[in-house]
């Protein structure tokens, strides 16, 4: 196998969100490598944020050691104010961003020097694209946005660039089972792109209210609807309100369920597969791009997969360029090869 370039995967991308399965799934080592190869190509400096928090030396939560975050000269990024002391990167501070966290103020800065950083951005999605025009404001190419462990919802802020998933054995001692969680993700963040129906497609109901724009109080109300081509979702679609669906005597196929993005579709496998058996299919208003998915063959926990069948069996459930970050191997779809 040669040696994995996620640069060339992430093409001309502009935003690339890192998504991880679980923890210890090789998140944060997948962002570094990505930081690395950008940083060897030059050009526009790349800009780097999280949601949530990234790059302190131990998990806060497990007490497990977690891989530092390497940025280099020229670079900037986008942190909580608090942060700031614990960053060993000599900086230039170009701007507040008005949106806080728990850890304050987001700060956008320079980097004056290579070194280790701690991120914390804004906890909040909708806060992302005021940020990311901000960044680009001030001169940022590419923004690599460290997702929050076990969420899709971070993932529409790449409606304009790609995302890249990590999985590992941590996410469950069968193999068998991660690999089918994972390639559900990836089935989820790969969802086609749809358009909201107008008129000249038919009707639709908008999910949660009845025909004359009142909220909807049971299941009943959404019932009336179901002879319709297209539900438009507003907000997220629930464990609960999926069951109900899938409970419910109403004629399923044809049906499409159309979400905003991947993020709003909060279902668990066996929901979504037990309506997609009905016939009822699933698309989105906002679509991203799965550039890739990592995997990590080792858990915290002490067990691991043998590296070559768990890269195997994930590229033959995902269907994107896998590769383990841990040793730079790859595998492709034979399509691409």
Sequence with gaps: MKNARLKGLIGDAKTVVMLGMCKNAGKTTALCRLIRELAEEGGAPAALTS??????????????????????????AATAKELLPL??????????????????????FRARSDGFVQLAGPAIVGHLEPLKEMLRGLGAGRLLIDGALSRRSPAAAAKDGAVILSTGASLDRSMERTVTETAYAARILCLPQEAAPGEEKGHFTLFGEDKNGRPAEDLNALQRGMGEETLLISGALTESQAAGLLRSPVRKEGLTLLVRDAGCLMLQ??????????????????AVRLAAVTVNPVSAGGWHFPE??????????????????????????????
């Design 308 to 337: 070559d069948e768990f890269r195997e069996r994930m590229q033959e459930a995902v269907g994107v360029p896998v590769l383990n970050v841990m040793t730079g191997e790859e595998s492709h779809d034979p399509a691409d090869i």
């Design 269 to 286: 496998r066996e929901t979504f597969e037990g309506l997609s058996r009905r016939g009822v299919k699933f698309a989105v208003r906002n």
């Design 51 to 76: 949601i949530g928090r990234d790059g302190e030396s131990r998990d806060l939560v497990t007490g497990t050691d977690k891989p530092p975050i390497y940025m280099y000269e020229g670079m900037l």
């Design 87 to 108: 960053s060993d990167v000599s900086r230039e501070i170009l701007a507040g961003t008005g949106l806080y966290t728990s850890l304050g103020e987001v700060m956008i």
